[in-house]
């Protein structure tokens, strides 16, 4: 939105595009009280719709320094309510951000420096202030916004305001409850495995094989080929055992077999940068044996038995069984469409596999335990019960509220948020560049009855 932030997160394939628009950095577009808009940020607002192969209306530039001024105006307001941003605040999301643009880069510095232009510190220093006034705006639309609440009555007028002929129609929909098991190695495994491990371990300190090479030749995962290594990174970026090994090594050394959600890994740090490292390792998934897989579905059909003798309500047997990596662990089981974010499916849209297992379920019925694929390829299994299913639709009150809820409380919103913005532009000094003088939504801006020249 602002314009280190726009280029940390979008910089791929149009970076180049947007740093060209460097030449105009110090005109300046509009002032909002103390804080002002470049034309750049316009230009570069621009930069990025041409990229995405959006058209571009001759009004465009107009829309898009209408929206830098409702920010600034936020930013503006924020430091006049002395809002607070700890420095802690930017420098972890900072360090998230430059680690990723890093991480695309597979780690090379040399490779950030000269596509930005700059060192690694001084492209930081510019996304710093950016970033800060970013951290202000969103914690001002916090606080202007947070006792916005819809009523029942309120949703009923917000559906009844609505046009018959431009009510939404919905396909055929359902909603999901999961219960998740993973299957669990045999200690014969684990044991075979660090033995494996521990073996690998002697050979590079003996000096007998590298970590690379071993890497290269037993490493279960894609930084094999690059024996082993996964780049520079932050707190955050591995699982929880995973890193707590990783952050007590010293430089070289190579710790002890450490399990993850993932399997086995043997770890070597191989730099420190403050509170960023560079580590390698060798990941050995176990082997699941047809065994294990039996015993993981025996377990989640005694648990379907149960659900169905008993009357207590699926969400607790979620609690007490389900897998709690699993995003519905915490939504009381629903699983969440990823595509829209809420807990609808349309029938069309759902895997094969659960198609099927409610496809003959009433109601609240559970289905037998099946298998499927995990994030990195590894079996689990599931038993899914049918919550909720409408058939293809106009929206209604009746199957549809928390949707019509949602859309209803987000228009409030906008609501809120924009009266809120024309009350305090009337507040606000305000200049406007003069090219934006024909822009008709830009009127309202010009509250003291000046534009600046170019």
């Not at 040399?110 to 970033?131: C, I, K, N, P, W």
């Amino acid at each position: 939105m602002i314009k280190q932030l726009f280029l940390a997160g979008l910089f791929i394939g149009f970076g180049n595009l947007l740093w060209g628009q460097k030449v105009i950095i110090d005109k300046i577009a509009a002032t909002v009280g103390s804080e002002i808009v470049l034309l750049s940020e316009v230009e570069e607002r621009i930069a990025q719709m041409a990229s995405q192969g959006q058209p571009i209306e001759e009004d465009a530039r107009c829309y898009i320094l209408e929206q830098l001024l409702a920010g600034k105006l936020m930013v503006n307001q924020a430091r006049l309510d002395s809002i607070l941003v700890e420095d802690s605040e930017v420098q972890v999301q900072l360090d998230a951000r430059i680690e990723r643009i890093l991480s695309y880069m597979n780690g090379s510095t040399e490779q950030f420096e000269a596509f930005y232009g700059q060192t690694v510190s001084e492209v930081r220093g510019q996304f710093r202030q950016d970033l800060k006034e970013q951290l202000l705006m969103d914690k001002m639309r916090g606080q202007i916004m947070e006792n916005v609440k819809v009523t029942p009555s309120e949703v009923k007028g917000f559906y009844n305001q609505i046009p018959t002929d431009s009510l939404p129609y919905f396909n055929a929909e359902v909603e999901i409850g999961e219960i998740v098991a993973i299957p669990s190695v045999s200690l014969k495994e684990k044991e075979r495995i660090k033995a494996q491990m521990l073996e690998f371990r002697q050979q590079i300190i003996d000096s007998t094989a590298t970590f690379e090479a071993l890497a290269e030749r037993y490493s279960d995962d894609g930084s094999a080929r690059l024996g082993g290594d996964l780049g520079w990174s932050t707190r955050g970026k591995f699982v929880p055992d995973f890193e707590a090994a990783a952050y007590k090594l010293k430089i070289g050394e190579v710790s002890d077999p450490v399990e993850s959600q993932f399997g086995f890994h043997l770890i070597q740090l191989t730099g420190r940068r403050g509170n960023s490292i560079n580590v390698r390792h060798i990941l050995i998934k176990p082997d699941i044996s047809n065994a294990d897989l039996k015993i993981t579905e025996n377990y989640l059909d005694s648990i379907r038995q149960l659900i169905v003798k008993d009357s207590v309500e699926f969400s607790e047997y979620v609690k007490r069984f389900s897998d709690e990596d699993q995003q519905s662990y915490n939504n009381d089981g629903r699983m969440v469409n990823p595509v829209t974010g809420n807990t609808f499916f349309e029938v069309g849209d759902l895997n094969p596999d659960i198609f099927f297992a409610i496809d003959t379920l009433e109601l609240g019925g559970i289905s037998k335990p099946f298998e499927f694929r995990g994030p990195t390829g590894e079996i689990y299994y599931r038993l899914v019960q049918l919550q909720s299913r409408t058939s293809p639709h106009t929206a209604n009150l009746k199957e549809d509220y928390s949707k019509i809820l949602t859309a209803s409380i987000e228009s409030k919103r906008n609501e809120f948020i924009n009266n809120w913005i024309e009350d305090r532009i009337g507040r606000t000094f305000v200049q406007v560049e003069s090219r934006y003088g024909t822009c008709p939504n830009l009127v309202k801006w010009q509250t003291d009855g000046t534009i600046i020249k170019p």
